[in-house]
């Protein structure tokens, strides 16, 4: 069987993701027989070797993939903590707690889910005062019960905005569905986020017929373990009945990266703006969108295994 050769472009502060090329930041050699790939610092030797591999499934997240969603879901949280007068003993603000763009951009691209993010952020910053409670909650059911009133109030807000026929799908991505259904593979969506707002998002961005002809939909409602634990992927190969070696994943994020790699699965990434700077050397392929990517492509990086020595 043939070897292959990858050639990894490594993030260095000087290679920018953000350029608009269209070809992923990998160079495919079908006709070397091996390959050593060197880090930045001139180490880390690879070898690259073909394997029985064939795409069975195509898997794609929902918030950075299907859709740029990441400051419409900083404006819902905005707006929740607004509406709830949300007010942490570490600001030094009058006003309502506020998260920037620069510190969401960090948050989202650290911890997975809502809950977990806010829930992270207090610990951090304080228990906050809000109409909800007006003394900082104490206890951990009066906690949970104020991240569950903020999240439901934010998840509301986050569809009121997707209703609002503003949000286009990313380029590439109903075409690449379309080709990979054609081609009879399985076809899922698993996202961290609250099942009813990825519910929303489908429907208004690919449709009911995508949507209903899903073969697996798995949100953070459904695992209990968010990204980067790869449950739900590992859930998702399950309930599609295909090994996690024949799955290839969509994801914009180094979180997303690590839950499908933890899974056993290959990844490739399309980034956003919010992510281009993210360390994705464990990914398959690097994409700024899926506008020239094509089933073809992804079949032929999944047969490509690359593997320490």
């Known amino acids: 069987m043939a070897s292959a050769t990858v050639l990894l472009l490594h993030p260095h502060p000087s290679h920018s993701l ?81 998260w920037s763009p620069e510190f969401y951009d960090v948050l989202q691209n650290q ?56 949000v286009e799908p990313r380029p590439g991505v109903l075409r690449l569905m379309d080709e990979a259904k054609a081609a009879g593979k399985k076809l899922a969506v698993c996202s961290a986020a609250t099942k009813s707002s990825v519910i929303l998002c489908l429907e208004n961005l690919i449709g009911m017929e995508r949507f209903q002809g899903l073969d697996c939909f798995l949100a953070g409602d459904d695992v209990k373990e968010k990204k980067p634990d790869p449950l739900i992927y590992l859930t998702a190969a399950e309930k599609l009945g295909v090994s996690e070696k024949d799955c290839m994943v969509v994801e914009d994020s180094v979180i997303g990266l690590q839950a499908a790699t933890k899974a056993g699965m ?19 392929a690097i994409y700024p969108d899926l506008s020239d990517v094509g089933l073809k492509d992804l079949e032929s990086l999944l047969q490509t295994v690359v593997t320490a020595k």
């Open 18 to 98: 953000s350029f608009c090329s269209r070809s992923p930041l990998f160079s495919l050699n079908t006709h070397a027989r091996t390959a050593s790939i060197f880090n930045t610092a001139g180490a880390g030797r690879l070898s690259v070797s073909a394997s029985s591999r064939a795409l069975h499934a195509l898997i794609f997240d929902c918030d950075g993939v299907i859709l740029e969603s990441e400051h419409l879901h900083r404006q819902a949280y905005n707006d929740a903590f607004t509406h709830f007068n949300v007010r942490c003993p570490s600001s030094s603000s009058s006003q309502p707690l506020v």
């Open 266 to 284: 290959s990844c490739v990434i399309t980034y956003t703006p919010s992510t281009a700077d993210q360390d994705f050397k464990e990914a398959a």
């Open 111 to 166: 911890i997975g889910g809502g809950k977990p993010k806010m829930r992270w952020y207090f610990k951090e910053h304080g228990w906050p005062t809000s109409t909800v409670f007006y003394a900082a909650p104490e206890t951990n059911e009066d906690r949970a019960k104020l991240i569950d009133i903020l999240q439901d109030w934010k998840t509301e807000r986050y569809k009121e905005i997707i209703k609002s026929g503003t």
